[in-house]
């Protein structure tokens, strides 16, 4: 069965960066994007952005530009998304998502990875 | 992209119908069908409920339905249960690869 499994919680100080993973299995890695969404504490899902793992061209949405990376390792079917110079407002849970092939919704999710940022 | 607007809440008794509206533009929401929902209970990730507008994957129950008119997409859940009560997010492509969120709603089963 398809499974994302990402990386551990984060405690971060403000100006640091942190870089979350996401393993797929269970499907062919190349096969499906992966996205990344944003779940900030008591808030609501935004859509950060994808990345296409066959090519590694990534797309940012609006407001994830800049300090936001995705990036993969496709020899060990992992996607990753790193920030950089951590702000206290990107306290938040960071998922990762896949879409099928000729998809256009999230069949499958990881478990969420918590950032903090807080000095 | 400014996020699609859903109602803050809704609620109803057991075995009772209730419907989430989803309110985008004609460029998101009026502009595709594909629209997806996802429930998300607390702790935990979000879960897909209905794609491609009216859509079910295998495995979610059928008392949950989807469907759009104009520029707004509406979940409805049939028959309430207890396990229901969750927040729900609907989600449109909105072109040039991207995707927009709705606000979210939390369906409260009383």
């Known amino acids: 069965q398809v499974q994302l499994v990402q990386s551990g919680s984060e405690l971060k100080t403000p100006g640091a960066s942190v870089k979350v993973s996401c393993k797929a299995s269970?499907?062919?890695?190349?096969?499906?994007?992966i996205n990344w969404v944003r779940q900030a504490p008591g808030q609501g899902l935004e859509w950060m952005g994808w990345i296409n793992t066959n090519t590694g061209n990534p797309t940012y949405a609006q407001g994830f530009t800049g300090r936001f990376v995705f990036s993969l390792d496709t020899s060990v079917s992992t996607a990753y998304l790193q920030i950089s110079r951590l702000k206290a407002e990107d306290t938040a849970i960071y998922y990762c998502?896949?879409?099928?092939?000729?998809?256009?919704?999230?069949?499958?999710w990881g478990q969420g990875t918590l950032v903090t940022v807080s000095s | 992209q400014s996020a699609l607007t859903q109602p803050r809440s809704v609620s109803g008794s057991p075995g009772q119908s209730v419907t989430i509206s989803c309110t985008g533009t004609?460029?998101?929401?009026?502009?595709?069908?594909?629209v997806s929902w996802y429930q998300q209970h607390p702790g935990k990730a979000p879960k897909l409920m209905i794609y491609?507008?009216?859509k079910r994957p295998s495995g979610v129950p059928d008392h949950f339905s989807g469907s759009k008119s104009g520029n707004t997409a509406s979940l409805t859940i049939s028959g309430l249960q207890a396990e229901d009560e969750a927040d729900y997010y609907c989600c449109s492509y909105a072109g040039s690869s991207f995707y927009v969120f709705g606000t979210g709603t939390k369906v409260t089963v009383l």
């Open positions: 004609n460029n998101d929401v009026g502009a595709y069908n594909y």
């Open positions: 269970g499907y062919t890695f190349i096969s499906s994007a």
């Open positions: 998502a896949r879409d099928p092939p000729s998809g256009w919704q999230f069949d499958d």
């Open positions: 491609d507008v009216t």
